[in-house]
């Protein structure tokens, strides 16, 4: 699988919009971007995922450049509860492992009151 | 819905014993997968089955550690002969398919076993 690269950490203010980025200069064309989060003591859980085109959830947006080569994390109004850290993870959907996902460091997230 | 659920929730063994640590799925999620995460560290993944079928036992990291699902559906992690770096948080997680870009995986909240 391509590597990502993400910040160790990044900090908000509560009810700001939050921008996480992920650097995946490697990725294939066949590499599909998810994204996953895990809050304090929790396990992880399922965020987002895109090929090219920019995507909506009910949780967050994901934006894709143009290139594939980096994406960004959109979390539109901040709260405390997100709080977590953030993984970015490719997946190559040739592979007939492609269920293993392979989680980096990730960036933890601290939002500020 | 219940989520994956995982017990014990925390477990204290001491070096040399054998451990067994339990994942309970969500109903008819056909994948399950055991990752094992040490602190600080992302989840590494450790093991995956479809159905009773284990399929990918690569990230085992050793022969001490064992994983069945005899029937589909609940699942355990057996380590024996318990080492102190085998100190970390097991987290279980299931899908309701294999693969594929779509595939979402569910996570429990992970037993941490610490091993004096």
């Known amino acids: 699988d391509a590597k990502t690269t993400q910040p160790n950490s990044m900090e908000s203010n509560e009810e700001e919009p939050v921008h996480l980025p992920c650097n995946h200069s490697?990725?294939?064309?066949?590499?599909?971007i998810h994204w996953y989060r895990q809050l304090p003591s929790q396990g992880p859980e399922y965020v987002i995922h895109g090929l090219t085109s920019n995507v909506n959830n009910r949780m967050a947006s994901l934006a894709i450049a143009e290139d594939r080569k980096s994406s960004t994390l959109i979390l539109h109004r901040a709260t405390l509860r997100d709080a977590a850290v953030y993984y970015c993870?490719?997946?190559?959907?040739?592979?007939?492992?492609?269920?293993?996902?392979?989680f980096g460091s990730g960036t933890r997230l601290l939002v500020r009151p | 819905g219940a989520g994956v659920s995982q017990s014990p929730r925390y477990k204290v063994a001491k070096r040399g014993q054998d451990v067994a640590l339990r994942c309970d799925p969500i109903?008819?999620?056909?994948?399950l997968f055991w990752y094992q995460q040490a602190l600080g560290q992302g989840p590494e993944f450790l093991t995956y089955?479809?159905?009773?079928?284990?399929?990918?036992k690569s990230g085992l990291p050793s022969d001490r550690f064992f994983a069945e699902r005899p029937e589909g559906s609940v699942s355990t992690l057996k380590i024996q002969r318990t080492q102190q770096e085998d100190s970390a948080v097991y987290l279980c997680?299931?899908?309701?398919?294999?693969?594929?870009?779509?595939?979402?995986?569910?996570f429990g909240p992970g037993t941490r076993l610490l091993v004096l």
């Open positions: 997680a299931s899908s309701s398919i294999a693969g594929g870009p779509g595939e979402t995986q569910y």
């Open positions: 490697t990725i294939s064309g066949t590499d599909y």
């Open positions: 089955f479809q159905n009773e079928a284990q399929l990918d």
């Open positions: 109903s008819g999620h056909v994948s």
């Open positions: 993870i490719l997946r190559d959907v040739r592979m007939d492992s492609s269920y293993k996902l392979i």
